[in-house]
């Protein structure tokens, strides 16, 4: 999740923790990642979404992981509609 947002990867965990809070800008991303996995478990199971988000998609041309994390969840979950 972390390298998804950008962040250290101790931060998701100081996170839940309670020891920080996202700003503005996390709480953003986290909003963006939690549609994103909502509409992966639609489409997908747990195995067939890691598989598709790692894969190379023919509709964003791209893997969509690689595509979330350069252009956020808009155009990945075109790419999970065009898939339904």
């Known amino acids: ?3 998804l947002l950008g962040v250290n990867k101790d931060r998701p965990g100081r996170w839940v923790s309670g020891k920080d809070s996202p700003d503005e800008e996390n709480r953003a991303q986290l909003a963006d990642l939690d549609a994103l996995v909502g509409h992966l478990h639609s489409a997908f199971t ?3 979404a890691r598989l598709w988000l790692e894969g190379q998609d023919p ?3 791209a893997r969509p992981i690689d595509v979330y994390r350069f252009e956020g969840a808009a155009p990945v979950l075109k790419a999970i ?3 339904e």
């Open 1 to 3: 999740m972390a390298a």
């Open 46 to 48: 747990r195995a067939q």
């Open 59 to 61: 509709h964003l041309g």
């Open 81 to 83: 509609r065009a898939y």
